[in-house]
């Protein structure tokens, strides 16, 4: 059974700082992709960062340099570093995998969702 866990959201001012975690299983983190998405409030559900073996992949360049992803095997888990956060990125985030050693192009190769987080970046 796929197993993604996501927390470590929170309410946040502008211009600080979070990291999200994503806990999986052994199994997933070692031969699938996992992917950072978001949806905000009355929008659909977009794609963030995605990482893989040999590299990551972003969705939204509205994120780069200031959002980062990474995986710690040992602790089964993946993260998303968020610096210099803003109103805009305030949504639910949610890991997810395409069941894929790669990050694919096309996002509805994703299908399977966690419960999500709550980021909430307001002064």
């Known amino acids: 059974q796929l197993q993604l866990v996501e927390s470590g959201g929170g309410l946040v001012q502008p211009g600080g700082s979070l990291r999200l975690s994503c806990v999986t299983s052994?199994?997933?983190?070692?031969?699938?992709?996992i992917a950072w998405f978001r949806q905000a409030p009355g929008k659909e559900r977009e794609g963030v960062l995605c990482?893989?073996?040999?590299?990551?992949?972003v969705y939204d360049i509205s994120v780069e340099g200031r959002f980062t992803i990474s995986r710690d095997s040992a602790k089964k888990t993946v993260y998303l570093q968020m610096n210099s956060l803003k109103p805009e990125d305030t949504a639910v985030y949610y890991c997810?995998?395409?069941?894929?050693?790669?990050?694919?192009?096309?996002?509805?190769?994703?299908?399977?969702w966690g419960q999500g987080t709550q980021v909430t970046v307001s002064s």
């Open positions: 990482i893989y073996r040999s590299g990551t992949t």
């Open positions: 997810t995998t395409p069941r894929r050693a790669y990050c694919p192009h096309d996002l509805g190769d994703f299908k399977s």
């Open positions: 052994e199994f997933t983190l070692e031969y699938y992709a």
